[in-house]
C-alpha cells in the first residue's frame, strides 16, 4: 500500500499546491455590478476587488464530485457600496453549496428565485448553507481583507448571466456607518 502526498495545503487563508487555480476581478471586470456606475469608472479600472483560489479534483460537471474554493474580498467601496463578488445561481439550480468564515467581517447576501433577498452576517469561523434556487454574493463589510471558503457539487455550474441582466432585488449598502439592505431598482 502506498501513502501519497499530493501538496495540497490550506492554511492560513490561502490554498497551496500545484493543482490551484487562480482568478481575480478588478474594478473594470465588475462593470454594471454596482449601483453607482458613474463611482466606479471613477476609481482605478484596475483595482483588485477580490482573488479566488479553487481546488478542482474532477471535471466539471462530473455528478457526484466536490469543489472547494477560497475568496479573498478586499475592502472598499464604490460610492456607499461596498466592495462584493459577482453573484450567480447555480447552472444546476438543484445544487447547494457551503461557506464559511475565515478572515474578516462581511454579508452573504442571498435572493431567492421570487426576489426574496436577505443577508447573513460572516466572520471567522461562521458557517452558511446556501439552498438550491439561491442566488449569492458576498460583501466585505469591514477595513480589513475578507476571507472565505466555499465547497460546492461540481456538477452545479454558474449562471451569471441572470444576476447581470437582473441583478439582486436589494443592495448592501453603507448607511450611517452601518451595512444596510435597500431595495435595488436594478
Known amino acids: 500500500m502506498e501513502i501519497i502526498d499530493k501538496r495540497l495545503i490550506f492554511e492560513g487563508g490561502s490554498l497551496e499546491g500545484k493543482e490551484i487555480v487562480s482568478s ?13 456606475e458613474e463611482a466606479r469608472e471613477a476609481m ?6 477580490y482573488e479566488v483560489e479553487c481546488h478542482f479534483p474532477v471535471e466539471e460537471g462530473t455528478l457526484g464530485g466536490l469543489f472547494f474554493g477560497l475568496t479573498k474580498l478586499y475592502p472598499g467601496k464604490v460610492g456607499n457600496e461596498y466592495f462584493m463578488t459577482k453573484g450567480h445561481f447555480h447552472a444546476e439550480s438543484e445544487r447547494a453549496e457551503y461557506y464559511w468564515g475565515i ?35 458576498v460583501a466585505n463589510t469591514g477595513e480589513e ?23 439582486f432585488s436589494a443592495r448592501l449598502l453603507d448607511v450611517d456607518g ?9
Open 24 to 36: 481575480h476581478r478588478v474594478l473594470k471586470d465588475l462593470k454594471g455590478i454596482f449601483a453607482d
Open 44 to 49: 482605478d479600472a484596475e483595482q483588485l476587488a
Open 103 to 137: 478572515k474578516g467581517e462581511g454579508v452573504l447576501i442571498l435572493m431567492d428565485r421570487e426576489g426574496k433577498t436577505w443577508g447573513e452576517k460572516m466572520y471567522p469561523g461562521s458557517l452558511h448553507y446556501i439552498p438550491s434556487h439561491v442566488a449569492h454574493r
Open 145 to 167: 481583507l475578507l476571507s472565505f471558503g466555499a465547497c460546492w457539487p461540481s456538477d452545479a455550474g454558474h449562471d451569471y448571466e441572470t444576476i447581470a441582466t437582473e441583478g
Open 178 to 186: 452601518k451595512p444596510q439592505l435597500k431595495s435595488s431598482n436594478q
